[in-house]
């Protein structure tokens, strides 16, 4: 019962990261929801272990649809930290304003309850979009129809892109997740692979 009502929690997270990602301009925030902690045990933590974990999850996706491994940049990760630390410290949840162009980096943003969640689960929530994929153009690669609901697993399994860089960070009652591409996926007109 608890793994099914966090299961929900975590679609309607998604569905809210989606709809956060072609958001233009700020907008009010949703209601907040808890989701029950499956153990009193923390997960796992630290800068190694989500390095680790970021770059396993995201190259094993990568591996499955016959793309190269992505790389681990310190340079995404520092500027992966500082997008976190702002909303961890602001409350904020959207994409962070970028210019468009080759400098642009690719962004893939998580939240949920501070420390309810293992890295492997964050990343996870991002692969599982997989199951509405199809290899179609940018912006028709999502059965749903709305590219939205499987803009992070291309992201992450976009064929252009070579390197990546995650961190984390929390205030009181959030964590915040941000993993930043170089370079970008999701190019409109054109396929992940």
Same mark, same amino acid.
């Given at each position: 019962?608890?793994?099914? !009502?966090?299961?929900?929690?975590?679609?309607?997270?998604?569905?809210?990261?989606?709809?956060?990602?072609?958001?233009?301009?700020?907008?009010?925030?949703?209601?907040?929801?808890?989701?029950?902690?499956? #153990?009193?045990?923390?997960?796992?933590?630290?800068?190694?272990l989500l390095r680790t974990v970021m770059l396993?999850?995201?190259?094993?996706?990568?591996?499955?649809?016959?793309?190269?491994?992505?790389?681990? #940049?310190?340079?995404?990760?520092?500027?992966?930290?500082?997008?976190?630390?702002?909303?961890?410290?602001t409350g904020r949840f959207a994409h962070a304003?970028?210019?468009?162009?080759?400098?642009?980096?690719?962004?893939?943003?998580? !939240?949920?309850?501070?420390?309810?969640?293992?890295?492997?689960?964050?990343?996870?929530?991002?692969?599982?979009?997989?199951? $509405?994929?199809?290899?179609?153009?940018?912006?028709?690669?999502?059965?749903?129809?709305?590219?939205? $609901?499987?803009?992070?697993?291309?992201?992450?399994?976009?064929?252009?892109?070579?390197?990546?860089? =995650?961190?984390?960070? #929390?205030?009181?009652? $959030? $964590?915040?997740?941000? =993993?930043?591409?170089?370079?970008?996926?999701?190019?409109?007109?054109?396929r992940a692979f």
């Open positions: 019962m608890a793994a099914m !009502t966090r299961k929900r929690h975590l679609a309607a997270l998604l569905l809210l990261l989606g709809t956060a990602a072609c958001a233009r301009e700020a907008e009010p925030q949703p209601a907040r929801i808890v989701e029950p902690r499956v #153990s009193s045990v923390p997960p796992r933590r630290g800068p190694a396993d999850r995201q190259n094993a996706a990568r591996g499955a649809v016959g793309v190269a491994p992505l790389a681990w #940049s310190d340079a995404l990760a520092a500027s992966a930290a500082a997008y976190a630390q702002e909303l961890a410290r304003a970028q210019p468009q162009g080759p400098a642009r980096q690719g962004e893939n943003l998580w !939240t949920g309850t501070h420390l309810a969640y293992s890295y492997d689960e964050m990343v996870g929530a991002w692969v599982a979009e997989r199951r $509405d994929f199809v290899n179609e153009a940018t912006p028709g690669f999502s059965r749903t129809g709305r590219w939205q $609901d499987v803009g992070h697993y291309t992201q992450i399994i976009w064929r252009g892109t070579t390197a990546v860089g =995650c961190a984390l960070a #929390s205030n009181r009652t $959030d $964590d915040y997740l941000v =993993c930043r591409y170089a370079p970008a996926g999701n190019v409109w007109g054109q």
